[in-house]
């Protein structure tokens, strides 16, 4: 039997964190031939690890975990979350929240296909800004995440507490093993337009609230990003919602050895906006700006050329205006 290791360690401690633990028979065992995936380098292994953590609804009140899906061949998710009781997960209601794992690798059908460089800012521990409006099949993610099914209408009505402060236990103790940050927990819309994210306890952005809540349960991490200066340009729009803004970065910020090596988070993701928009190095392959967080010539390029197309000060520079219009899906 092949065994997927990077996840065989979350049951147990999950356990030691006081929640409920069901292991299905099998949930272990390598599905399909599919490897956890290198975001960077393309690289599968089995011993590999995901690059991100998913969560998902199930768009019933009830579920029934199981190792395998209707096929008979792949598992849906890697693990699923609810009120166990008499065999199955509940939305609400008696019974122990749980959390049921059956696959410890990444599954043919678990997210389907996403956007691409919005996983590069995943990956990058960038806080995603905004939701997914489109569907594309740039990236496969069930390569990349962490999929956990939650037993839940989607309609606005209320999960068990229990069931999600299990969810935020696991994103903590990935975050912790794998050095994340709690911006790695994310919901299917930051990746596809297809779906929308989880929607409990009328609200829509229980997404934000769980990483605010592993933010806090991990305790070093700030919950808001730092903050940015302020804009050059009175007359053109601040950066949309002070939680999400992102530093002012210029050429010469990301390298290792560069003045500002903390930023390469954000020129990351400033690099893969600009590929979205799709003004690029063309210099680098298939003249998409290369997801490397150092920012050099050629995406200073890339930048200024953005900035001319949308009117703004073509200074190579980019500040808040420069990140309200990057992140600005709407144009």
């Known amino acids: 039997m092949t065994q997927h290791t990077a996840m065989l360690w979350l049951p147990d401690a999950l356990r030691g964190a006081g929640i409920n633990v069901i292991e299905l028979d099998g949930w272990d065992e390598a599905q399909g031939n599919y490897k956890w995936t290198d975001i960077d380098s393309g690289a599968q292994s089995y011993g590999g690890e995901p690059t991100c953590y998913m969560i998902h609804h199930t768009g019933s009140s009830s579920a029934n975990p199981s190792v395998k899906d209707s096929s008979g061949t792949w598992s849906k998710a890697n693990c699923w979350a609810g009120v166990w009781r008499d065999g199955r997960l509940y939305q609400t209601g008696s019974g122990v929240p749980t959390i049921v794992f059956t696959s410890s690798g990444p599954a043919r059908v678990s997210s389907g296909y996403g956007h691409g460089p919005t996983l590069h800012e995943v990956a990058a521990d960038v806080r995603v800004p905004y939701k997914q409006t489109a569907s594309d099949t740039n990236l496969a993610a069930n390569r990349y995440a962490w999929n956990v099914e939650t037993a839940a209408l989607g309609d606005g009505s209320a999960v068990d507490p229990g069931v999600e402060y ?9 975050a912790d093993r794998f050095g994340w940050s709690p911006w790695r927990a994310i919901g299917h819309l930051t990746w596809t337009g297809r779906k929308i994210d989880p929607y409990w306890d009328g609200q829509r952005d229980v997404i934000v609230r769980i990483q605010d809540s592993i933010a806090e349960m991990m305790g070093d991490i700030p919950v808001e990003p730092p903050p940015v200066e302020p804009p ?3 007359e053109e729009p601040p950066t949309p919602g002070d939680e999400y803004m992102y530093p002012t970065i210029r050429q010469g910020d990301g390298y290792i050895d560069g003045a500002n090596p903390q930023w390469r988070g954000a020129v990351v993701a400033m690099q893969a906006q600009l590929g979205y928009h799709e003004f690029a190095d063309e210099k680098t392959a298939g ?3 290369a997801f490397d967080g150092a920012f050099g010539p050629g995406s200073e390029s890339a930048l200024r050329g953005f900035q001319a197309y949308k009117g703004l000060t073509v200074d190579g520079i980019c500040g ?3 990140w309200a219009k990057l992140i600005d899906r709407r144009s």
Not at 168 to 173: E, F, H, I, Q, Y
């Open 166 to 174: 299990a969810l935020v236990v696991m994103g903590a103790l990935m």
């Open 287 to 289: 003249g998409v700006c």
């Open 320 to 322: 808040p205006n420069t």
């Open 232 to 234: 050059v340009d009175p």
